[in-house]
């Protein structure tokens, strides 16, 4: 199976720019979650998708939005681009329908983005 | 904002030796998970521990957790210069967000 594909590895954006992320999960998986990596603020929570449904949700500000589509894969997008939004965007999925099969995630090599 | 806080920060060892880590948490759990990312790319997770177990293997690894203390050890035994990485402790609430902590990077010696 193939594993957590993420695209495009890198990004340069400007400020005031937006950006859509794209994950496509491993083969049969339902859950589709996303984190952001920061040297400061470590591993953040954004948000799960399963069957085309935010699940789940962190504490970001609605500049950061997804959405999954009827084939699991899932974009993410992020409005109005401030510096601190620099960061490694990751993507996991899972199969996603409870217990240890929600819980375990594969991630992706994740999305480098950099505003410059 | 992390959970967790992992200790130390980074570790150095030499082939062979046993490299351990400690994570502190401040709520409760559901389960405790602990996943490995080599530099600058995805994680892979490594084991799950549940809020009810005390301890659990994984080939070379050696899982723990206290929950009456908040805490978490992971153990690798005879290490290799492949487990150079970081390692991150995450817990998950029963809300599925898994909460990292800030991780520990080990570096293995030839």
């Known amino acids: 199976k193939a594993g957590v594909t993420q695209t495009p590895r890198y990004l340069i954006k400007t400020r005031g720019q937006q950006v859509t992320l794209s994950c496509s999960p491993i083969?049969?998986?339902?859950?589709v979650s996303w984190y952001q990596q920061t040297p400061g603020q470590g591993l953040q929570f954004l948000f799960e998708?399963?069957?085309?449904?935010?699940?789940n949700k962190g504490n970001f500000p609605g500049r950061f939005s997804g959405r999954q589509f009827s084939n699991s894969r899932s974009e993410m997008n992020v409005s109005t681009l401030e510096l601190g939004d620099s960061a490694l965007y990751l993507c996991?999925?899972?199969?996603?329908?409870?217990?240890?099969?929600?819980?375990?995630?594969?991630f992706g090599s994740g999305t480098q983005l950099s505003v410059l | 904002s992390q959970q967790g806080e992992e200790d130390p920060q980074a570790l150095s060892i030499q082939e062979g030796e046993n490299a351990t880590m400690n994570c502190s948490y401040k709520?409760?759990?559901?389960?405790l998970q602990w996943y490995r990312q080599n530099s600058g790319r995805g994680l892979v997770h490594l084991i799950l521990?549940?809020?009810?177990?005390r301890e659990k293997h994984s080939g070379r690894l050696r899982v723990t957790l206290d929950t009456s203390k908040k805490s978490s050890s992971l153990l690798i035994t005879a290490s290799r210069a492949a487990d150079t990485a970081s390692y991150f402790c995450a817990t998950d609430g029963d809300d599925y967000k898994l909460s990292f902590g800030a991780g520990t990077t080990v570096t293995v010696r030839a």
């Open positions: 996991a999925s899972s199969p996603g329908t409870g217990g240890e099969s929600r819980e375990k995630l594969f």
């Open positions: 709520t409760s759990i559901n389960n």
């Open positions: 521990i549940r809020s009810n177990e």
């Open positions: 998708y399963f069957s085309e449904t935010q699940r």
């Open positions: 083969s049969g998986h339902r859950s």
